[in-house]
C-alpha cells in the first residue's frame, strides 16, 4: 500500500500518512500497518474523519475490541468506544481523566490479561497543555544499567485499580472493584510477536514489589519508574483535531499534561486485546 512513516520521537513512534482509517482496508493494508505500528511502538495519523462505526470497524480489525471497566464514561451507543473528556453534561463528566494531569502508566495493568493497545481519537483539543507523552520502554530496558537491570530481572510487581482512581481522582463502584481484584505483573515483559523484551511497569498503579520487604521495593521501584521517563525515551505529543494515536500497551507508558479547565478537550478512546494465547505477559 506504501504507508509513508516518519519517524517523530527518539527512535520510536512514527507519523503514518497515506492511509484512511476510514476506507475500505484490505488484509495486506492492516498487516503492513501493525507491523510498522508494533515497530514503532506508537503510530500516529493526522486528519481522519471517522465516524463510531469506523472507529470500532478499525479497532475490530486490529484485534478483539476491549471494554472499559468504568462504565460510567462509555459512549451512550456503543460501550467499546469510552469518552476522555474535561467536558460536563449538566454537571455530570461526560468522560474520564478531568483536566488534571496523569503520571506515568499502561493501561489496565490491573487485570490479568491487560489492554494490549489503547486507540485515541482527538475531537475537541485545548490550545494549551493536555499532551500524551509516551516512553520507549523497549530502549529503556536495552539501556539499563547493569545493576539496576539485575535487581529488576525476574520480579513481579503488585498493581492495583484502586491505586490508579485515587491518582485520576475517579472512584469506582463496589462491583467495579470486585471486578478488578489486584494482579502481579512481570516486571520484565517479553514482546508476543517481535520477541524482545521491555520493561513493563506502571507507576500510577503500583502497590508493592512482590516478595520483597516493602521499602526495598519501594526504592527499586522508585529508581524504575526515574529511569524510564528519561528524556531520552519520550516522545510528547501534540494533538491536533482528527488526530488518532494508537499504542502498545506492552511497550510504552504514558502521561499527560493538565490543561486548562475552561478549555474543551474530547476524545474518543478503544482499545483492542491480543487473541487469548498471548494475552498473559510473561
Ligand atoms: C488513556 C490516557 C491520556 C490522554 O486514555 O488511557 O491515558 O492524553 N489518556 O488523555
Ligand atoms: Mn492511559
Redesign the pocket.
Known sequence: MGLEVRQVGPGFAAEIGGIRLSGALSDAEIEELRQVWMENKVAILHDQHLSDQDLLAFTTRMGPLFVHVCSMFHSPEYPEIMF?SNLKEEGRPLGS?GDGD?GWHT?QCYTPRPCWA?L?YGIEIPEDG?N?YFADLAAAYDRMPADLRKAAEGKRVVYSVLAETVSKKSPITAEQRARTPDVTQPLIRTHPYLGRKAIYASPNHYVQMEGMPKEEGDALFRRLAEWIGRDEFVYSHRWRVGDVVFWDNTSVV?R?DAFPPAQRRF?K?TGFQLPEELAVPF
Open positions: 476522555v481523566l496523569l493501561d489503547t485515541l493536555g500524551t504514558h499527560r476524545l478512546r
